[in-house]
């Protein structure tokens, strides 16, 4: 059985960073795809960044890039976020995806549909 557990969550003031872990386990070796999308108070959830597994390519959704930055620790089964230059905007629950067979392409990686595997998220609160 597939989990997804994030962790790293918290509250920050602005301009300050955090990092999110996601540990997967269980038959996770052939993940295509694995990602991070938010959903703030009120909001549809939105894809924040994503990687492809198996040759590197990352997404960032353009309200992120420049501040966060998605990588793996494959010898820990490990997805990570760092995210910096945080900004109250940037408050919502995170949650990891995974896949097998999501294309995790520019023109996918961004949509819940195509992520089968989520994690039960945590929550990041930036005040200004």
């Known amino acids: 059985q597939v989990q997804l557990v994030e962790s790293g969550g918290g509250s920050v003031q602005a301009g300050g960073s955090l990092r999110l872990s996601c540990v997967a386990s269980g038959y996770t070796y052939s993940f295509n795809c694995m990602g991070w999308f938010r959903q703030g108070p009120g909001k549809e959830r939105e894809g924040v960044a994503a990687?492809?597994?198996?040759?590197?390519?990352?997404y960032y959704a353009d309200s992120v890039k420049g501040r966060f930055t998605i990588s793996q620790d494959n010898a820990k089964n490990t997805l990570l976020l760092q995210m910096n230059s945080l900004k109250p905007e940037d408050t919502a629950m995170y949650y990891c995806?995974?896949?097998?067979?999501?294309?995790?392409?520019?023109?996918?990686?961004?949509?819940?549909?195509?992520?089968?595997?989520w994690g039960q998220g945590t929550q990041v609160t930036v005040s200004s």
């Open positions: 995806a995974a896949d097998y067979g999501s294309d995790c392409t520019s023109g996918s990686w961004y949509r819940p549909v195509g992520f089968g595997y």
């Open positions: 990687m492809h597994t198996r040759d590197g390519s990352t």
